[in-house]
């Protein structure tokens, strides 16, 4: 799932102004590919990983690029007492450990939020016709996950990079949704 680059809906959410430039989490980033490129669009950037191995490649990689990332290791489902995010970004991360445990999922990222934080999410999409490929969440699925805490923006088919440029990757949700006020 590393793709070597930055995820290309990441990346047309920043530039088309979706994803305010302010303080940013990124759940699950790996080698850092996300948080690095966030960081070098000015947002203040920390990431989370359970992978120590994960974790050290993304800091050689930000050195390199002259970029300073807040790493992480933690568990998502799990994260240590951050303060609240402006944008939470999520490629693969939620459709993975929902099997685990969706309620602990959304909890997280509640207290990771405050009232209106964008949350971008990118997940396997059940349509996906191929047996191969990430977790995959119905659509039924994202809604009754997410609806108490968080309004819909946008809900839309796209498909998943992949390490070779041009190929298609597997079919994906393209989530961005909004934190509700408190209630």
Do not use: M
């Amino acid at each position: 799932w590393d793709t070597g680059r930055p995820s290309s809906e990441l990346k047309k959410a920043v530039e088309d102004g979706t994803l305010p430039r302010g303080r940013v989490l990124e759940l699950g980033c790996g080698t850092g590919n996300n948080a690095i490129y966030l960081a070098t669009q000015g947002f203040e950037v920390s990431a989370i990983d359970i992978a120590p191995t994960a974790l050290r490649l993304a800091e050689e990689k930000a050195a390199k690029a002259g970029v300073q990332v807040r790493w992480v290791l933690a568990d998502v489902l799990a994260p240590p007492k951050l303060e609240p995010f402006d944008v939470i970004f999520d490629r693969g991360c939620y459709h993975g450990v929902r099997r685990q445990n969706a309620t602990e999922y959304v909890e997280a990222l509640r207290r990771l939020s405050h009232p209106g934080t964008r949350v971008l999410i990118l997940a396997g999409n059940a349509n996906e016709r191929t047996q191969s490929g990430p977790p995959r969440v119905k659509e039924e699925e994202l809604r009754a996950d997410f609806s108490r805490w968080f309004d819909f923006e946008r809900l839309r088919e796209t498909r998943f990079d992949t390490a070779d440029g041009p190929a298609q990757g597997a079919l994906a949700w393209s989530v961005l949704l909004r934190r509700k006020a408190e209630r």
